[in-house]
């Protein structure tokens, strides 16, 4: 059965391993879809860990703009496609604001459509800002707004949401 699963959490609240631990129980072969990119040693550092805590027979796609090309092109390999962990949409959202701004409106639908019709399971990892306070300048209140009309769209296309609240999953949609 395909499956469509969408991982939300604050900073710090599991939600990564949560999703590794959905990808891994299922048996399949698993890409690990990047957003994050390297701006500093900070970060650098960061993406070294994930990577040291991921298993070795896992594939790696890094791509920081165009999550719908990276999905299609999963979709139309051959062979059954994989379960593609896509970490994370907060990363992604912030690449794609950074960058040329015709980029945002055109990357964000085709992500949408290539969510709703990948032929194989997706875990989606992705933050949620919904329970904070709002932001103090405009760029802030953009993002935060952005994030929470992108995490709504990828729940109504998902099977299931769980959120994740001290590395405890807290089921928001059950699957089917």
């Known amino acids: 059965m395909v499956n469509k699963l969408l991982v939300t959490g604050g900073i710090r609240s599991g939600k990564t391993g949560l999703a590794e631990q959905r990808a891994k129980a299922t048996g399949n072969d698993v890409v690990y879809v990047a957003t994050a990119t390297a701006g500093d040693d900070e970060m650098a550092l960061r993406i070294q860990r994930h990577q040291e805590l991921r298993p070795d027979h896992w594939q790696l796609a890094e791509e920081p703009l165009r999550l719908g090309q990276v999905l299609s092109e ?55 800002v919904g329970l904070g306070t709002i932001g103090m300048d405009p760029l802030t ?22 959120m994740a609240v001290a590395g405890l999953p807290l089921t928001l949609k059950a699957g089917g």
């Open 74 to 128: 999963y979709a139309s390999g051959p062979g059954e496609p994989p379960l593609l962990l896509v970490d994370c949409m907060s990363l992604w959202l912030s690449n794609l604001l950074f960058a040329d701004g015709a980029l945002f409106q055109p990357e964000r639908a085709a992500f949408l459509e290539a969510v709703e019709v990948y032929p194989g399971s997706l875990v989606i990892v992705t933050n949620e």
């Open 141 to 162: 209140r953009r993002f935060t707004d952005e994030l929470g009309w992108l995490n709504q769209a990828l729940a109504q296309r998902c099977d299931e949401v769980v």
